[in-house]
């Protein structure tokens, strides 16, 4: 990624005052902790749910079929779980539950079919495989409840840059909006409201992504 971002600059659009547009709006991401930066986000009293694809989440949760969506795979929320765990428990070493979503396995190889529905102030993190060759996606795409709402996704990368946006981008991956190293941005263009991130060999090994509806 890192060499194609440095032929695509053109794509990104600076901070204007407090416009949205089209293209995401970048600014700078908190990596001034040697923890797992995406913790970063969160208070240390914070809890976290872990679950299939190696996704931490946070805060109330829906996931569903992209092409049929009717009713919930699962609805998980981290506050009143009994397997979450603080943000402080995490770091400290406690071993956390990894929560099986139904209709496994899950593909990082594909574009995603489950989107998970993120409440106000939710969000889910995760990283990179190194070991993967090519293109890889985030295991779910995200769309901010309530559905129809004008509210806006952030996306969020670290040691690394990557791309975002929705269906009409990831069914071709270069088109995607790039979110530099370190970087974060609002994806103001998907459609439905529904976007993932995804990211090509070779990148930094530790780089990380999050999405959050805050």
């Given at each position: 990624m890192k060499n194609f971002l440095k032929t695509s600059?053109?794509?990104l659009i600076p901070l204007a005052g407090i416009a949205i547009v089209n293209q995401p709006i970048i600014t700078k991401a908190d990596t001034d902790s040697k923890v797992y930066p995406a913790f970063k986000e969160y208070k240390e009293t914070d809890k976290l749910l872990k679950i299939s694809g190696n996704v931490y989440i946070h805060g109330k949760v829906t996931i569903n079929d992209l092409s049929s969506?009717?009713?919930?795979?699962?609805?998980?929320?981290s506050d009143t779980d009994?397997?979450?765990k603080t943000v402080q428990d995490i770091l400290k070493g406690e071993l956390i539950e990894t929560i099986d979503i139904p209709r496994a396995?899950?593909?990082t190889l594909s574009v995603p079919t489950r989107v998970m529905n993120l409440g106000v102030g939710a969000s889910a993190d995760g990283i990179?495989?190194?070991h993967i060759s090519g293109f890889q996606y985030t295991p779910y795409a995200y769309q901010p409840v309530p559905v129809g709402t004008k509210d806006l996704l952030r996306w969020y990368s670290w040691y690394d840059s990557?791309?975002?946006?929705?269906?009409?981008?990831?069914?071709?991956?270069t088109s995607g909006h790039i979110i530099p190293v370190d970087g974060k941005a609002y994806i103001s263009d998907a459609a439905g409201?529904?976007?993932?991130?995804?990211?090509q060999t070779p990148f930094e090994e530790g780089?990380?992504?999050?999405?959050?509806?805050?």
């Open positions: 600059v053109a794509l969506r009717s009713s919930g795979i699962i609805n998980l929320d009994p397997r979450a396995p899950l593909s990179w495989n190194p990557m791309y975002a946006g929705g269906s009409e981008r990831w069914n071709n991956p409201n529904i976007s993932a991130a995804w990211t780089a990380m992504w999050k999405v959050a509806n805050d």
